[in-house]
């Protein structure tokens, strides 16, 4: 699978707030001031307080959009205020993107239709907004950000904790996360870049490098491997370090190039890994390590022996002995092969 560049979510964030300032001049100044009191003047757009729990699943924030005459922004109220701007930002960030053409248009031209790089986009925008570069350049050196700059950065502004992750992931200097915990170690927000992107409420509590942070006063590094899904360690092993960020934990993970260390090699694992796939003719899930098809990119399947081609010659199964023959077998309509008949 291919995961979001982040240069392509940094140029779509980029023609949003151009899209911005050419249909709601000021708009943008007026946003980072208050964006929620500043959306519930807009026309064709409603605001909607919801629960935490029906927020929806679908977006990296608390929050969801929902198109419609008027669009509705919902944003979670268990959450902060400064949470509730930046889920309002990013959820105004997907109706730009499903309203405007020029921006629908970049989203059609991605292989999964855009779903990936809108919501990242949204990520951007809504961060673009709350902590302009001019700040983050203050705090974040051009090696990348450690965990205590990143913390830094947030307190400093009136930003959320997840603003201040998005914009510090942008400056990563290598493929990696920087990631939100409760202080069960429950992931609340994430911000990747160049590896899949952790899931929101995902347990990190057992991978020990957070569970030294979450024990202690928040500070720790080391290396782990991160939990992906129902517990399952099966991330690869990251350069981590973390800091505490008021009731939570900020974590930094990166491959290689860690900005807290003077030599930081990768520490991917270099060795074969299955790819996987599912069939195209019969369904099937599968891992495999063979070669994958040059035309189809799929390897063949354990179940039916069959890669995502499609066969050039003609089979058909005689009625006799019931063995699977190309069509040159059968004589014209027959339903029995040249060896039955």
Known sequence: MDYLRRAAARTQAKAMLTVLQRDH???????????????????????????????????????????????????????????????????????????????????????????????????????????????????????????DAAVTLWRVSNASRMAACVKASERLPAPGHILLLDRDGILAFGASHGLPPLRRGSDQSQVPVLRTAL??????????????????????????QTAAMDGYVLAVAVTDLAPWRTFAPSVRYNGPEAASYTCAHCGEDFTSFARACARCESASCPDCDRCGCERKVFERQCTACFVVHPAAMFEGASSRCRDCD
Do not use: K
């Open 25 to 147: 001049p000021g708009a943008a100044q007026r946003l980072g001031d208050g964006a929620l009191d500043e959306l519930r003047q807009w026309p064709g757009l409603q605001v909607r307080d919801v629960p935490n729990d029906r927020s929806g699943g679908g977006c990296s924030v608390s929050g969801a959009y929902f198109a419609g005459t008027p669009a509705v922004l919902a944003v979670a109220t268990s959450a902060s205020l400064a949470r509730r701007e930046f889920t309002g930002l990013h959820e105004l960030g997907h109706h730009l993107q499903q309203t405007v053409v020029e921006l629908m248009d970049v989203l059609l031209a991605e292989p999964d239709g855009g779903a990936a790089l809108e919501d990242a986009a949204c990520d951007a925008f809504a961060a673009d907004i709350l902590l302009p570069d001019t700040l983050t350049d203050r705090h974040i050196t051009a090696v990348g950000p450690t965990a």
């Open 215 to 240: 024990s202690g006063q928040g500070h720790a590094e080391g290396r782990g491997r991160l939990a992906y899904r129902d517990g399952a360690v099966a991330g690869e092993e990251l350069y981590l």
